[in-house]
Nanobody
Framework: QVQLAESGGGLVQAGGSLRLSCAAS????????MAWFRQTPGKEREFVGC?????????AYADSVKGRFTISRDNAKNTVYLQMNSLKPEDTAVYYC?????????????????WGQGTQVTVSR
């Protein structure tokens, strides 16, 4: 069973940047897709972006974050990152990383089988 642990959340002003990290332990995750989702109170968990196992393929992003957020992974460190630039108040949420059931990513929470505990990101005006 893989365990995921996010870090790097916090409070930032609009226009600022944060980098989230997600460290995986318990198994090698290099052959699996990794994703970031986010959730605000009363709403369903929302897809942010995903990255497949191969570094040669461009990650997929939600339209709301495309051009501002970048996902990357370091398979040697079993870690995936979410670089968030030009943050907006509407980016405020708890951010979760997840590991996929296979090597290819998806926008559906059903295709991910293990989740981190989440990290809060708050963007002030």
């Amino acid at each position: 069973q893989v365990q995921l642990a996010e870090s790097g959340g916090g409070l930032v002003q609009a226009g600022g940047s944060l980098r989230l990290s997600c460290a995986a332990s318990g198994r090698t995750f290099s052959n699996y897709a990794m994703a970031w989702f986010r959730q605000t109170p009363g709403k369903e968990r929302e897809f942010v972006g995903c990255i497949i196992w191969s570094s040669g393929i461009t990650p997929a992003y939600a339209d709301s974050v495309k051009g501002r957020f970048t996902i990357s992974r370091d398979n040697a460190k079993n870690t995936v990152y979410l670089q968030m630039n030009s943050l907006k108040p509407e980016d405020t949420a708890v951010y979760y990383c997840a590991i996929g059931r296979g090597p290819y990513g998806s926008r559906s929470t059903d295709d991910y089988y293990s989740w981190g505990q989440g990290t809060q990101v708050t963007v002030s005006r």
